[in-house]
């Protein structure tokens, strides 16, 4: 597994309230409680028994600081497709291994279709890019690499949407026309 699963299987059910207290803290995980509960509409004890609860649930994974890649030379993400002809637990335990001792991949999904992997990069620039190339084909047996370098960001979030859109409602049939007149 690359990565640990977070909380428990069970699905939490949440109201109106604690998805307003998750958008908020998606927001500014900073923000005191007694503000949270000001804007939820609650006192500060519930507001505070429901975010123990969000984390005791797995609802809230963790809390963490988010930094500017660019203020930190780190402005360069690459895009990484990573096919392997070997789809056994040895070679996926190695991979495993290596993508999570190379710091600058940030993220790495197993896919569907005709890429195994999808791993992003961020790093200084081309030259830190072919640094991790190098060290990830050293590490590990990899049938086809193929990286995309973002030419520019436009949108990034790590908060995930507490109100999800409608499903489109199924188109209705038209309305049979009604002839008028004489028939022809």
């Known amino acids: 597994m690359i990565a640990p699963p977070f909380g428990s299987d069970r699905i ?9 207290i998750l958008e908020l803290l998606q927001q500014d995980a900073s923000l ?12 500060t004890t519930p507001c505070w028994k429901r975010i123990h609860k969000l984390k005791e649930d797995g609802v809230i994974a963790g809390q963490v600081v988010l930094c500017d890649p660019d203020k930190l030379e780190l402005g360069t993400t690459v ?25 600058e991949i940030v993220e790495v999904y197993r896919m569907s279709g005709d890429v195994d992997y999808l791993l992003r990069v961020v790093v200084r620039d081309i030259k830190g ?7 990830l084909i050293k590490a590990c047996e ?3 690499v193929s990286s995309s370098f973002a030419m520019e960001r436009i949108k990034y979030s790590t908060a ?20 008028t007149g004489a028939a022809r």
Do not use: C
């Open 12 to 20: 939490a059910t949440l109201d109106d309230i604690d998805r307003r």
């Open 32 to 43: 005191p409680v007694s503000e949270i509960a000001a804007r939820v509409g609650l006192s």
């Open 79 to 103: 895009f990484v497709e990573v096919s392997t002809n070997q789809h056994n637990e040895t070679w996926l335990a190695s991979f495993a291994k290596a993508v999570q001792s190379i710091p």
């Open 129 to 135: 890019y072919d640094a991790v190339y190098k060290r």
């Open 142 to 144: 990899l049938h086809d």
């Open 160 to 179: 995930l949407p507490m109100r999800l859109s409608p499903a489109e409602p199924e188109a209705a049939p038209a309305p049979a026309r009604r002839r």
